[in-house]
């Protein structure tokens, strides 16, 4: 799985949106202690960087090792490479032991997971009572009338070459499985839906579309998903390459503790 994302390492961390502090903020609301917190698929640690200001301690891992070697440096983050081939208690004495964590986040990655294996470590390392595990992804991304039909057009496109654990994603996480107890913020088949406004330029935007795995999967089969046709049609939609827009990553959330 990791090949998925070696490759477009280099450009994740300037074409993927940093999230909303909000968040953050509204999830250390739901835990007790802030002492220790898990980013799991952290990719370039977007979303640690941000756990961060609410936990003392931020253990970041993730599969790949080329997303780690652009990760956002902060002291009180620490990043580690996970390979699929780790072992669970390995992992589980890598993020801090048994009952050891208050709060475990996954953004934009869980669908990628093993899941069989990851919600047991979950269990293992989370706190009993009072830690909690967050998931959360976006999908298709609005901007207008006129791009939003683009858009999806594009987004159709790359179904062919997706992984099918990328559907959990389009399917805004309603058929993710998800065996926590609710804390108020969705549940399993009904994820609590989230705005996520950007300002943004065509050029972000076709840097966030060239990020995606499926692009660089249909390119190594001799398939260009953005080509110069494609381009044009959403550039024309947009407004021009020197607008700037403010576009809305429809998003979802699932925040749960262990099932006692």
Same mark, same amino acid.
């Given at each position: 799985?990791?090949?998925?994302?070696?490759?477009?390492?280099?450009?994740?961390?300037?074409?993927?949106?940093? &999230?909303?502090?909000?968040?953050?903020? =509204? %999830? !250390?609301?739901? @835990?007790?202690? $802030?002492?220790?917190?898990?980013?799991?698929?952290?990719?370039?640690?977007?979303?640690?960087?941000?756990?961060?200001? $609410?936990?003392?301690?931020?253990?970041?891992?993730?599969? /790949?090792?080329?997303?780690?070697?652009?990760?956002?440096?902060?002291?009180?983050?620490?990043?580690?490479?996970?390979?699929?081939?780790?072992?669970?208690?390995?992992?589980?004495?890598?993020?801090?032991?048994?009952?050891?964590?208050?709060?475990?986040?996954? !953004? @934009?990655?869980?669908?990628?997971?093993? %899941? +069989?294996?990851?919600?047991?470590?979950? #269990?293992?390392?989370?706190?009993?009572?009072?830690?909690?595990?967050?998931?959360? /992804? &976006?999908?298709?991304?609005?901007?207008?009338?006129?791009?939003?039909?683009?858009?999806?057009?594009?987004?159709?496109? @790359?179904?062919?070459?997706?992984?099918?654990? !990328? =559907?959990?994603?389009?399917?805004?996480?309603?058929?993710?499985?998800?065996?926590?107890?609710?804390?108020?913020?969705?549940? +399993?088949?009904?994820?609590?839906?989230?705005?996520?406004?950007?300002?943004?330029?065509?050029?972000?935007?076709?840097?966030?579309?060239?990020?995606?795995?499926?692009? #660089? @999967? !249909?390119?190594?089969?001799?398939?260009?998903?953005?080509?110069?046709?494609?381009?044009?049609?959403?550039? /024309?939609?947009?407004?021009?390459?020197?607008?700037?827009?403010?576009?809305?990553?429809?998003?979802? =959330?699932?925040?749960?503790?262990?099932?006692?």
């Amino acid at each position: 799985m990791a090949e998925l994302f070696d490759k477009q390492a280099a450009i994740y961390l300037d074409a993927r949106p940093r &999230y909303p502090s909000e968040w953050f903020s =509204m %999830l !250390a609301s739901l @835990t007790p202690d $802030h002492s220790l917190a898990w980013d799991a698929g952290t990719g370039n640690g977007q979303a640690a960087i941000d756990v961060s200001e $609410h936990y003392k301690q931020v253990i970041a891992t993730d599969i /790949s090792e080329e997303q780690l070697k652009h990760a956002i440096q902060h002291p009180q983050v620490q990043y580690f490479h996970s390979p699929s081939s780790m072992s669970d208690d390995e992992l589980v004495n890598l993020i801090g032991g048994e009952n050891s964590v208050d709060l475990v986040v996954v !953004a @934009t990655a869980v669908h990628w997971f093993d %899941l +069989e294996k990851f919600y047991p470590v979950v #269990n293992r390392v989370l706190k009993k009572p009072g830690g909690v595990v967050a998931v959360w /992804s &976006y999908n298709i991304i609005q901007v207008s009338p006129e791009m939003d039909p683009l858009l999806r057009k594009f987004y159709e496109g @790359t179904f062919p070459f997706q992984n099918p654990k !990328a =559907m959990y994603a389009f399917e805004c996480y309603k058929t993710l499985p998800f065996p926590f107890e609710s804390v108020g913020v969705g549940c +399993e088949g009904q994820p609590l839906e989230l705005d996520m406004p950007r300002e943004m330029s065509f050029e972000r935007l076709l840097k966030l579309l060239s990020s995606a795995s499926a692009v #660089n @999967t !249909a390119k190594e089969q001799g398939v260009n998903l953005l080509s110069e046709e494609v381009v044009r049609e959403l550039g /024309s939609a947009w407004g021009g390459p020197e607008l700037v827009r403010t576009v809305n990553y429809k998003s979802y =959330m699932l925040a749960g503790k262990v099932k006692l």
